[in-house]
Structures are given as C-alpha cells and as structure tokens.
Nanobody
Framework: QVQLVESGGGLVQAGGSLRVSCAAS????????MGWYRQAPGKQRELVATIISSSITNYADSVKGRFTISRDNAKNTVYLQMNSLKPEDTAVYYC?????????WGQGIQVTVSS
C-alpha cells in the first residue's frame, strides 16, 4: 500500500509564491510517475504537472513558466514550486503517484490566492 501526504498549502496574495510538498511512503517502486492535480470549486480535476525520474516533466499550459515540479527520490517526495500565483490557481491540490498500473492519491491540500 502507498500513502501520500501533502503539506505546504495556504493563503497567498496574487503574484506571490508557495511551495507544496508530497511525501510518499509504503511500497514505493523505483520507477513511478508523480504529479500534481488540482480541482477548483465546480470544476473537474485537472493536471498541473508530472515528473518521472528527475528530469522528464510535463506541465499544463496554464502553469508553464510559473510552476516548477521537482522530486527527491531518496525521500520519495515531490514538490511543486508555484510562482506568480493568480486567483485562478485557487484550488485543492492533489498529489498523485502512479506505479505498476495503479494510481494513488493524497488527501488534497487547499491553495487560495487572493486578488
């Protein structure tokens, strides 16, 4: 079994920065895809960014150039550095880990950007 625990969310003003973290524990395999998704009120959950190994990343167009995903494989932790935040970035952010054809989700963490 795999557990994902997010941390670091909160309230920030527009234009500010925030970093969220997700620590994975349990039966973690060396090859996996980790990522962040978000869900705003009344909207579907959407991809924010994913990372496999340490250098292959993928971003939603809406966050390119503002968000950076990274991971520490030794700690089984993935980070999302969010800069130049906008009110439309307000959402619950979910950590995801995909391995051996199984997807795991964290409980979600609130990020609120005030205008």
């Amino acid at each position: 079994q795999v557990q994902l625990v997010e941390s670091g969310g909160g309230l920030v003003q527009a234009g500010g920065s925030l970093r969220v973290s997700c620590a994975a524990s349990g039966n973690i395999f060396s090859t996996n895809l980790m990522g962040w998704y978000r869900q705003a009120p009344g909207k579907q959950r959407e991809l924010v960014a994913t990372i496999i190994s340490s250098s292959i990343t993928n971003y939603a167009d809406s966050v390119k150039g503002r968000f950076t995903i990274s991971r520490d494989n030794a700690k089984n932790t993935v980070y999302l550095q969010m800069n130049s935040l906008k009110p439309e970035d307000t959402a619950v952010y979910y950590c995801n880990l995909w391995q051996r054809q199984t997807s795991y989700w964290g409980q979600g963490i609130q990020v609120t950007v005030s205008s």
